[in-house]
């Protein structure tokens, strides 16, 4: 496998990056495939605990983001109806490199013109200014996307991650490819309690859509988002546990 991923050190297969991971395009597929960032190539800001995540993640497969996205999309996609299903990329398998530890092969997601999707809010500032009615309907999307995850116990944490793809001029589909099922909660196993993901995620829910209806309500500075670092364990614990908002 390894010399079939000789193309990751092609630069023009970058598809994107995030804090964790690098997004290369399988060239000739429709698929791309996720690794963590090498070490020396991590954002210098990175955080120690993410460092630390990432060293975890390569040595023990169960720790590994890719991993688990893979493991529980297979678990999520037995249990729940299709067509929310398939807000996740179609085909999902997991990889393994020796130099980079465990990686995900997914279906890449691409706009109809074939550019990237943007990030919900990127794509409502835009459209509440070109097409309004379409933001609207963005929101809408967006608000009856989380009663689903809701009502499914979806663990799906970081709604900044949602992703709107275009199938048409006017048409769009909202996709999700970066979700961290274990939810990074200070107690392991928390993500494994029903009660505990739909308050979560409600929770996070209510706080982005607020996000959301600023934007579309004309607001300057969307809300910003508290950080979970300055607030004392016990308010975190009552963030996480869907006890206080
Ligand atoms: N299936 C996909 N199709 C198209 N592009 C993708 C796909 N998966 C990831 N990308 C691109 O790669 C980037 C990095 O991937 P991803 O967001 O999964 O990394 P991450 O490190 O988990 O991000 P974050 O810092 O938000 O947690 C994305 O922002 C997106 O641009
Ligand atoms: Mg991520």
Redesign the pocket.
């Known amino acids: 496998m390894n010399g079939g991923l000789s193309f990751l050190a092609d630069e023009r297969t970058l ?9 290369h395009r399988m060239p000739g597929t429709d698929l ?1 495939v ?1 690794f963590y960032h090498r070490d020396d190539a991590l954002p210098p800001d990175t955080r120690l605990t993410t460092r630390l995540t990432i060293t975890w993640g390569r040595i023990c497969r169960l720790a590994n ?1 890719n991993y688990r996205e893979w493991r529980y999309l297979q678990r999520l996609k037995r249990q729940i109806p299709a067509d929310l299903a398939a807000v996740f ?1 179609e085909h999902t398998e997991p990889v393994h490199c020796p130099d980079r530890g465990w990686g995900i092969i ?5 706009n109809a013109d074939g550019t ?2 943007r990030k919900a809010a990127d794509e409502l500032k835009v459209q509440v200014l070109s097409n309004p009615q379409i933001g609207r309907a963005l929101y809408d999307a967006v608000e009856q996307l989380f009663k689903r995850f809701v009502a499914h116990g979806i663990c799906f944490f ?1 709604p ?2 949602i ?1 709107v793809q275009w199938t048409g001029p006017e048409t769009f589909r909202l996709r999700i ?2 979700f ?1 099922p274990s939810c990074r909660a200070l107690l392991p196993g928390l993500s494994r309690i029903n009660f505990y993901v739909r308050c979560k995620v409600r929770r996070r829910a209510t706080r982005y859509l607020r996000r959301l209806d600023a934007i579309l309500n004309g607001a300057r500075h969307a809300p910003p988002v508290p950080s979970l670092q300055r607030v004392s364990i016990l308010r975190r614990l009552a963030l996480d546990s869907g006890l206080m908002m």
């Open positions: 598809l994107g990056t995030g804090r964790r991971r690098r997004c791309c996720k983001v990329p997914e279906t890449v997601i691409l990237l999707p970081d900044s991650n992703l490819a970066d961290e």
